[in-house]
Structures are given as C-alpha cells and as structure tokens.
C-alpha cells in the first residue's frame, strides 16, 4: 500500500486545513487509517483514528472538538480536516494504515504502511 499526503500549509492560528491521504495498491477499506504527527526534535504523535468503515473513531485529547477524521473508501482516501489551528499543531502530519487489529491503536508502531508527511505550519 501506497500513501499520498496532501493540504498542508502556512496558516493564521484560528484557521483550517484539511488534510488528505490517498492509497493505491491495495484494499484501502480494509485498513485501519490514522493520522500522527511529529514536531521538530520530538517524538511521533497519535493524532485520530477511524475504522473500516468509518466507524471507532478515536481522538487525541490534544485535538479532540477541533480536528475531523473521516474516509471515503470508494475514493481510497482518509481526511482530516483540522479547526481552530494553534502553534503547538505545527508539525509534520503523517497518514498511515494498519494492517493487523492487534496492538494499541495509538501506537505508531502497530501501523505498516506511512505516508510521506506533510508540514503544517501555524503562525500565531
């Protein structure tokens, strides 16, 4: 499986981005989809989770009531759209998808497949 991140950006805190992550070369609804992200010089983050079939969804307590995950399985791509932007969410966002339903899904290291990262940047 194949990740593509895109929609970071520059942004005034207060503002929005949305987020995409489009698989290729496998069963994108047969993954688990999560989003981390990792600042500089600190370690990777849990960010959301969302289910197969866009169910047993799962925030950060950092992010929770201002990002949105979501997943259109037809077009084999998982969203998150991000509200009321800080400085501290100023990180490389990375999309990734697990393949086995055992482990802590907040751990990065129960997921197999990574995007490439996309930087969001908030100014404040």
């Known amino acids: 499986v194949q990740l593509q991140a895109s929609g970071g950006g520059l942004v005034q805190a207060g503002g929005s981005l949305r987020l995409s992550c489009a698989a290729s070369?496998?069963?994108?609804?047969?993954?688990?989809m999560g989003w981390f992200r990792q600042a500089p010089g600190k370690e990777r983050k849990f960010v959301a989770s969302?289910?197969?079939?866009?169910?047993?969804?799962d925030y950060a307590d950092a992010v929770k009531g201002r990002f949105t995950i979501s997943r259109d399985n037809a077009k084999s791509t998982v969203y998150l759209q991000m509200n009321s932007l800080k400085p501290e969410d100023t990180a490389v966002y990375y999309c990734?998808?697990?393949?086995?339903?055992?482990?802590?899904?907040?751990?990065?290291?129960?997921?197999?497949?990574w995007g490439q990262g996309t930087q969001v940047t908030v100014s404040s």
């Open positions: 070369g496998g069963t994108f609804s047969s993954h688990v």
């Open positions: 969302i289910g197969l079939r866009g169910n047993n969804i």
């Open positions: 990734a998808a697990r393949v086995s339903p055992v482990g802590f899904i907040r751990s990065s290291t129960t997921y197999r497949y």
